[in-house]
């Protein structure tokens, strides 16, 4: 069996999703630490061109997108689960929306001057600006445009009161009950990234009920984990053999042929496309095969929703 490889870095709020579920799973992996801003040959050469952090990989598979590795973390160990039975749409809706529109207020709020200034303190000044150039690529040509940070502010406590209301329910200390789910960690990995710093950490801690949820949820932790280079991991995908594909039946309304060559990309940001052969399309995942000169063949796996298919 292959080992869990998730490709990451420290400060990424994504990434952190991804650490807490392999933590609240309690699962053994390896890290290997990506750069934070384009280039990254050797993440490129097992996806294909997807940018985005953090990336799975279990030998020659390779998993983009949270939400994906939540179903596939969940398929590795079944409890505790992220997507409990019965709650499912609930948790991930939930989750869905935690990673868009409250990551979204959570970004724009940390690219405050005064935020980035705090992140940055001990970086140099080209850094920055490389970081600055990055992320404004990061959101060119998406569906998603940053949100002004005025507006983040003003709408702030109208997303903090709805979830101290959800957590003063009676039915469990938790967002959806007495347990954890992928709903608390999607919504905690976008407060963790605010508490980050001193100017928006106050944004999580002025609620007291949120920020002890918060504490309880973080308290999951990351698993164990020991570090392997990148490109170790490139050989590993070499090494392997993609996985069995799933038996769920192929499923597409616009034609899409199975072998057909084709293109996958985000619909929202980082829309890099990754090209090869349309492998399945099922309900929740699209699988393409490609090859690279250094990885050999490998699959890689996309969420169906917030993913665009085209011919090529
Ligand atoms: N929907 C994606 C979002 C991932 C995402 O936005 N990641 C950020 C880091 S937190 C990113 O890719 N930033 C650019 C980069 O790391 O190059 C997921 O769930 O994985």
Redesign the pocket.
């Known amino acids: 069996m292959h080992e869990l490889i998730l490709h990451h870095?420290p400060a990424?709020?994504?990434?952190e999703?991804?650490r807490l579920m392999l933590g609240f799973k309690q699962l053994s992996w390896r890290s290997v630490i990506?750069p934070?801003?384009?280039p990254?040959p050797d993440l490129t050469a097992l996806t294909g061109g997807y940018?985005?952090?953090?990336v799975l990989q279990i030998g020659a598979d390779v998993y983009?997108?949270?939400?994906l590795?939540a179903r596939r973390l969940e398929a590795e160990k079944v409890t505790p689960a992220l997507l409990p039975e019965g709650l499912e749409f609930a948790a991930s809706t939930l989750a869905q929306w935690a990673?868009s529109a409250l990551?979204l207020h959570a970004v724009s709020l940390m690219f405050q001057p005064e935020s980035l200034a705090a992140r940055f303190a001990k970086a140099p000044p080209e850094l920055v600006q490389t970081f600055s150039k990055?992320?404004a690529a990061?959101f060119s040509g998406g569906t998603v445009s940053r949100i002004p940070t005025e507006v983040a502010k003003h709408q702030w406590p109208t997303l903090m009161a709805r979830l101290e209301q959800q957590l003063a329910r009676e039915e469990g200390e938790f967002l959806l009950g007495a347990a954890p789910c992928i709903a608390d960690i999607a919504v905690a990995h976008c407060l963790w990234f605010l508490r980050s710093t001193p100017v928006t950490a106050p944004l999580v801690d002025a609620y007291p009920e949120i920020r002890a949820w918060l504490d309880k949820v973080l308290a999951a932790g990351h698993g164990s984990f020991t570090e392997l280079s990148s490109g170790e991991a490139v050989e590993i995908a070499r090494a392997a053999e993609p996985a069995a594909l799933p038996e769920e039946d192929f499923e597409d309304p616009n034609g899409f042929a199975v072998g057909e060559q084709v293109a996958i990309a985000?619909t929202?940001?980082?829309v890099e496309p990754v090209e090869g052969q349309l492998l399945f399309a099922g309900a929740e995942e699209l699988v393409l095969r490609r090859e690279d000169a250094r990885a050999g063949v490998l699959h890689v796996h996309f969420p169906r929703f917030?993913f665009r298919l085209d011919k090529r």
Do not use: E, Q
């Not at 990424?12 to 990434?15: E, G, K, L, R, T």
């Not at 983009?64 to 939400?67: E, I, R, S």
């Open positions: 870095y990424s709020p994504f990434a999703k991804a990506i934070p801003v384009m990254k940018r985005r952090t953090p983009c997108d949270t939400a590795i990673d990551f990055d992320r990061l985000a929202d940001y980082g917030g």
